[in-house]
């Protein structure tokens, strides 16, 4: 076994939405253990090879990375993912998996997207549980910020990017940046079916975005 396999179980397990325990609880093993395979610190037994490539859903080539075409199989992981964040799975862990496909793969906007989005709810919970002038809080917000407005502004795709902007207004009004969330409303969505800055923000409160989060004027 090579070793990144600890990462590629982290990984596989993050993308089922599978909590540690849950995964451990399949294999009839300690949550401890799971962790130090993740860690690196230790390998999985031989033995529990076929019962873990069942609970992952993945062959035992690939989670042993000894895939014999050389098919990069990152993508489809990082992409099954993303579309459980977009149907609801939240999750802290999600940010190391979503950061490391932006690290694995810059040109894709979809997956700084996606940071982007895992940012700005961590702030959100930050905000909502702790201290909301936190460092922690603030570098959260911006890094989102910054990520939103790179889509904005260099993005090819007009969904990706409408989306974009979305996320951007949504950042700017949680911070009370609003005469900066209007402006983008009004001048920077380029969907022709929202021409104001309230129409955009209403779109915005109804939640058809994946950052529609708050719920406010």
């Known amino acids: ?9 982290r990984a596989l397990r993050i993308a089922k939405g599978m909590t540690q325990e849950k995964l451990a609880e399949r294999l009839g093993i300690s949550s401890q253990a799971v962790s130090k395979w993740e860690r690196g610190i230790t390998y999985p037994d031989i033995t529990f090879l076929p019962i873990l490539t069942q609970a992952l ?15 990069d199989t990152k993508p489809a992981l990082y992409d099954e993912a993303y579309d459980l964040w977009q149907k609801g799975n939240r999750n ?3 940010y190391w998996l979503a950061r490391e496909a932006v690290v694995a ?10 940071l982007a989005s895992v940012e700005f709810w961590l702030a959100y919970e930050e905000n909502r549980k702790f201290d909301p002038e936190s460092e922690y809080f603030n570098d959260l917000t911006e890094n989102a910020l910054r990520r939103f407005e790179h889509i904005t502004e260099t ?25 900066e969330a209007d402006w983008s409303a009004e001048f920077e969505y380029p969907d022709p ?15 058809r975005e994946v950052l529609a989060y708050l719920d406010t004027e």
């Open 155 to 179: 993005c090819p795709d007009t969904a990706l990017r409408n989306c974009g902007v979305l996320g951007k207004i949504t950042v700017l009004r949680f911070v009370e940046r609003i005469e």
């Open 105 to 114: 793969y810059p040109s894709r906007f979809d997956y700084e997207f996606w």
């Open 92 to 94: 802290e862990e999600m």
């Open 1 to 9: 076994m090579n070793s990144t396999i600890g990462s590629k179980i």
């Open 193 to 207: 079916d929202i021409t104001t800055a309230r129409q955009a923000l209403k779109l915005w409160r109804q939640g």
């Open 57 to 71: 859903d993945v062959s035992a080539d690939a989670l042993l990375g000894i895939e014999g075409n050389g098919q």
